[in-house]
């Protein structure tokens, strides 16, 4: 199913979001964003789409290749720690959400509507993942 095709005003809608996510989170921390959403949620799709589209924003391998593991290695800054954790709470979220020190964190190294900002995209990168999954689509071949 292409949803975009089944109910076009929905896809717009999501759209429409994207682009506004896009233009108001810096454009290399957006897409480690979706490219960490997307990993977490196992989206083949879109994990491929955001490493080429990290690339082209001027992100490394290096650190698309560590981005699993990125509590663990020192080439991500603070801010983007503090990022990271909060795409993993909000990509998860649980009975008990964002932990404070998560949320503390991520407060300290963004204005409030850097983090609404935020929210915001992780919110689209996860309904991306909630469509592409089940509608089980396929990175095209390279």
């Known amino acids: 199913m292409k949803i975009a095709n089944v109910v076009p005003e929905a896809y ?12 108001n989170v810096d454009p290399t921390l957006y897409e480690l964003v979706k490219l960490r959403a997307s990993m ?3 989206c083949g799709f879109c994990v ?14 290096q650190r698309l290749f560590e981005l699993m593991a990125w ?4 080439c991500y800054t603070d801010k983007e720690r ?10 998860r979220l649980g009975e008990e ?5 998560v949320w503390d964190n991520v407060t300290d ?10 929210l915001v995209a992780i919110a689209t990168i996860n309904v991306w993942n909630r469509v592409a999954i ?6 095209p071949k390279r």
């Open 12 to 23: 717009e809608k999501v759209i429409a979001l994207e682009q506004y996510a896009a233009a």
């Open 97 to 101: 959400g964002v932990t404070d020190e």
């Open 71 to 74: 509590r663990e290695v020192g």
């Open 40 to 42: 977490i949620n196992g």
């Open 109 to 118: 190294e963004f204005s409030e509507a850097e983090v609404a900002n935020l």
């Open 48 to 61: 491929d789409m955001h490493s080429h589209d990290a690339m082209k924003a001027g992100e490394t391998p």
């Open 82 to 91: 503090a990022a990271l954790a909060l795409v993993d709470q909000v990509t």
């Open 134 to 139: 089940p509608t089980r689509m396929q990175p």
